[in-house]
Structure formats: structure tokens, C-alpha cells
């Protein structure tokens, strides 16, 4: 029986969120992982074949972590949810939130294997999808439950501050307000 990984995938990624953290995604890079993981670049290489596919599994996971929630507060029977969610998570998970602040493309998706776009491909789909499903006009749709709760959290979480105390709840109340009008 062999030794268990000291590296594995999910303890490198967790790196590497630190990384986008502090510097963004120009930090980002498999020496910089190996050194924030404790560990040799011979471990980041063995899970990820470079750093593309580095950025693309931190997207990718990011992206899969996030919408878990975002697709049960969607399926809740209360849209508005999804807004409240959005911040909620934000709060939990500061540093994954804080990878989400920038886009697919700062990660250098143009570089990422044809599986790995695919997979990002299906993932927005089935937001699209989901919020397509809500009915009304999309824009607003969009406006209330992703638009303006990542306005509400990003200018906290670029600064590493503290999102304040009533950030679901006026989330929430936004997103209410602005359904009422298209759903």
C-alpha cells in the first residue's frame, strides 16, 4: 500500500485560491502553488499538466461549489433566494468569492483543454437554463439575482473587508422588488 498524497488535488486548489487572493490571477502560477502548499512543483505537476489546467480546475471547482447552493435557493420556490444565496456564500467562502470576482478568461480559458471549456460551457448552460426557467424578462431576472448581490459583495471583497451585517437581507429585499416587476 502506497503513501497517501501530502498534495492532493483539492489541497493545491486551496492554494491556489490564496494565491488569486492576494496577487489575482497573474499569481497564479505552479511554483507559486507548490511553495503556498508546502510541498515541490513535482506535486503540483502530477495533478494539474500546467497552468491552465491549474486555472482551469480552480474555475471549474469555484464555479461547481458556487452553484450548488445557487440552484437549491433557485428551487426553493422563492427566486429571490438566489440573491440572498449570492452573498451568503460570498461571506462563507471569501477566497473562492474572491476568485469569482474576476472572469474565465483571466484565468486563461483560451489555453484550457476542449474538455475543460466544455465542462465551464455546460456549467453557465445550466444557469442560463435555470434562469431562463424563471420566466420574465431576463435582463431583470439577471439584474436581481446575480448582477446586483455581486455588486453588493465585490467592492467589500476586492478591499478584504468585512461584507456588512444586512447584505443577504437587502440582497433579498432588491430581488423582490425587482421580480415583482417581470416574474
Not at 480546475?57 to 437549491?72: D, H, I, K, Y
Request: net charge neutral; aromatic share 6%; hydrophobic share 50%.
Amino acid at each position: 500500500m502506497g503513501r497517501p498524497a501530502r498534495h492532493d488535488a483539492d489541497s493545491l486548489l486551496d492554494a491556489a485560491v490564496r494565491l488569486v487572493g492576494a496577487g489575482g490571477p497573474k499569481a497564479l502560477t505552479m511554483a507559486a502553488v507548490a511553495r503556498e502548499a508546502g510541498g515541490p512543483s513535482g506535486s503540483v505537476y502530477h495533478r494539474f499538466a500546467g497552468r491552465p489546467s491549474l486555472a482551469a480546475a480552480l474555475w471549474l471547482r469555484t464555479v461547481e461549489r458556487f452553484q450548488a447552493g445557487f440552484f437549491a435557493a433557485l428551487a426553493s420556490g422563492r427566486p429571490a433566494a438566489a440573491a440572498r444565496h449570492v452573498v451568503a456564500w460570498c461571506r462563507a467562502h471569501p477566497g473562492e468569492a474572491g476568485v469569482l470576482l474576476y472572469r474565465a478568461d483571466d484565468f486563461d480559458r483560451e489555453h484550457w483543454s476542449d474538455g475543460e471549456r466544455a465542462a465551464l460551457d455546460a456549467m453557465n448552460e445550466r444557469a442560463f437554463a435555470a434562469l431562463r426557467d424563471l420566466g420574465g424578462d431576463r435582463d431583470k431576472v439577471v439584474l436581481a439575482l446575480v448582477d446586483l448581490p455581486s455588486a453588493l459583495v465585490r467592492r467589500h471583497l476586492r478591499a478584504g473587508g468585512e461584507i456588512p451585517a444586512r447584505a443577504e437581507e437587502l440582497a433579498e429585499e432588491t430581488a423582490v422588488l425587482i421580480l415583482e416587476t417581470c416574474l
